[in-house]
């Protein structure tokens, strides 16, 4: 429980939250992120609660890295992991061979990180106390 509450603690800077909304909704509404084309693949997106869990998983493991603040790449390390099971490809998917990992990949590529000096400036640059 209390690594939970230390992990709970880590700063999520509101622009790596956007981004974890942007990414999300980007599964439901691809051409919203000039991905029209993956539209066809996807039979149902991830829901809201998908960039809620980025955040608490990109807070985890900020923590497990010994930051008490969230970097972008956080998050886009655990988007497969968090994302790839909320997708329903289409049958058209499935029949191309096309994987939720595929569809990720070309919509980690459209959706920008925010920059993550902006994020550390904002916070600063400080590392988790081995204490806690």
């Known amino acids: ?33 000039s991905q029209r084309d993956l539209g066809r693949y996807i039979q149902f997106g991830a829901s809201p609660r998908a960039s809620i869990n980025l955040i608490l998983a990109g807070r985890a493991l900020a923590f497990i890295r010994g930051r008490d603040y969230a970097l972008p790449q956080d998050v886009r390390d655990l988007a497969y992991d968090v994302i790839r099971h909320r997708l329903v490809l289409s049958y058209e998917a499935l029949a191309s061979n096309v994987t939720p990992d595929d569809v990720l990949e070309q919509l980690l590529t459209a959706v920008p990180l925010p920059e993550a000096s902006l994020i550390e400036s904002r916070h600063g640059a400080h590392a988790v106390p081995h204490g806690r």
């Open 1 to 33: 429980l209390e690594l939970q509450r230390a992990a709970d603690a880590v700063y999520v800077d509101p622009a790596l939250m956007e981004y974890a909304v942007k990414l999300v909704r980007a599964t439901r509404e691809p051409d919203a992120v």
